[in-house]
């Protein structure tokens, strides 16, 4: 590739960053649902022509927010359990990260939720990559569960740690959903979430426990 081509290049993923990014703004602004093509062309200052350039259409874009939500999520639980030296508190710093992250972007939490809801059979071909981002964030947590067998603080007869790292995600996704979502229904019940988001930590712990 010459300089010209590597400099087209360049712009072509500076360009298509910029509207991600927009999409991104307009998604926390409005919410997915109410989110139109315009209103990204609008944000990041483009026609809509020159979007549908960069992306075949809404569901394109979501695609996109959803992967690079999925690597941000990914740095965190990485950052999280890296800090930890043992096992089992990398697990519960992993679980502390999700939680976080839903709260501090719900917007991104709500872009993955509308993608794992979705029937893998219904993906485009184009969500691989979405895939092996969601694939990456298992790779982290049955690292740390390794590690925890390792050291001895996870139970050595806990299983696969692919296994159990599957497991794990869908536990703290749907403990996450409930206390950033249903946090007014479970407030009705007299539970605080601060209350249920300890408990459930707790449990965890004792269920992977040496």
Not at 48 to 58: E, H, N, S, T
Not at 84 to 98: F, M, N, Q, S, T
Not at 188 to 202: C, E, H, M, V
Request: charge should be positive.
């Amino acid at each position: 590739m010459n300089l010209i081509a590597e400099r087209r290049q360049e712009e072509r993923n500076r360009r298509r960053l910029e509207i991600i990014h927009a999409a991104e703004l307009a998604y926390s602004e409005k919410g997915w649902d109410a989110l139109t093509v315009e209103h990204v062309a609008r944000k990041a200052r483009l026609s809509r022509a020159l979007v549908y350039v960069y992306f075949q259409d809404r569901d394109d874009l979501h695609l996109a927010i959803v992967e690079r939500s999925l690597e941000q999520l990914r740095r965190q639980m990485q950052s999280a359990a890296d800090a930890e030296p043992l096992g089992i508190e990398k697990v519960e710093a992993i679980a502390r990260a999700y939680v976080d992250f839903a709260r501090e972007v719900p917007h991104a939490f709500d872009a993955c939720s509308r993608f794992h809801a979705r029937p893998s059979g219904e993906r485009p071909a184009s969500a691989r990559l979405c895939a092996d981002a969601a694939a990456s964030l298992l790779r982290v947590i049955a690292s740390s569960i390794k590690t925890g067998v390792a050291d001895g603080s996870i139970r050595a007869d806990l299983g696969a740690p692919a296994l159990a790292a599957l497991a794990l995600w869908g536990f703290l996704h749907g403990m996450t959903q409930l206390s950033v979502n249903k946090a007014d229904e479970i407030a009705r019940t007299g539970i605080a979430i601060p209350q249920l988001l300890k408990y459930s930590f707790d449990m965890l712990r004792r269920t992977l426990a040496s």
